[in-house]
């Protein structure tokens, strides 16, 4: 295989260069500052309503800075494709000495630098309007960024995996996919207030334990067997989605990829 990283520069260049346009910018703050500032106050709210200790907003503050690092991968993944689907470039792009697997690793970078991106506006919002630095939870923010971010390339390849098989038309999942696993992650509570079954179905998703990780970490309890477990299903869904979305390139390569571009 003949890997230049020189090519995969170029795909992130070339979608690194939207964030030129004042209304890309615009979509980093406004999800972002809209979902802090309603789930934010909420959590202030419920708290002096019931009387409580401030764990629960400081719980609450940190996931939902955090969240946005699954979204944005996720979101930007699947968007680099669509992309290519948009200006009518997919053909094109392939027709390059561009691998599948040089497009992969652009994704991974894609992925990982705006999901970073939007979590350090996301942290700065809520210290400017909650007074609450993200920072001071110490090193547990760093494997729990790792952890989140890995699981949106996850998500976001799958969806990818769906676009680069059936085309435009299932372009709406690069928009839902990852808010169908809010309920189940424990971002804005937690799922032991849920039915048994959805709470066992619940273990099998990384982003649960990372945020019962971070929940139980401000509790002062032990927090490392959920992080561990977080990382495990990591590696082993992101392994398979990988598997799955060189798989289907490569079957809807002959089926012809032109059609990605003209069917919706």
């Known amino acids: 295989m003949n890997f230049k990283f020189r090519r995969v520069l170029a795909v992130v260049y070339r979608h690194l260069m939207v964030l030129k346009d004042p209304f890309e910018i615009f979509n980093y703050f406004y999800w972002t500052f809209l979902d802090i500032l309603l789930f934010g106050f909420l959590g202030l709210y419920m708290q002096k309503q019931q009387g409580a200790d401030t764990t629960t907003a400081v719980i609450l503050l940190a996931n939902l800075t955090l969240w946005y690092l699954v979204v944005r991968s996720t979101l930007v993944i699947s968007q680099a494709l669509l992309r290519e689907f948009w200006d009518l470039n997919f053909v094109g792009l392939f027709s390059t000495p561009l691998t599948i697997f040089e497009w992969t690793f652009a994704a991974f970078i894609l992925g990982t630098f705006t999901a970073i991106l939007n979590f350090l506006i996301g942290a700065l919002m809520v210290y400017l309007f909650f007074g609450f630095n993200i ?130």
Request: cysteine-free.
């Open 135 to 264: 920072f001071s939870l110490g090193l547990i923010i760093i494997p729990a960024t790792i952890s989140l971010i890995i699981s949106g390339w996850i998500l976001g390849f799958l969806t990818a995996s769906i676009l680069v098989y059936k085309g435009k038309k299932a372009e709406t999942l690069a928009y839902a996919i990852s808010w169908i696993f809010v309920p189940f992650s424990g971002v804005y509570y937690e799922t032991s207030i849920m039915p048994p079954q959805i709470t066992k179905f619940a273990q099998f998703i990384p982003m649960f334990h990372t945020f019962q990780g971070i929940r139980e970490y401000i509790h002062g309890k032990e927090a490392l067997w959920h992080l561990q477990a977080s990382f495990i299903l990591n590696i082993i869904y992101l392994t398979i989605i990988i598997f799955i979305f060189i798989f289907l390139f490569n079957k809807s390569k002959n089926k012809g990829l032109n059609r990605l571009e003209v069917e919706s």
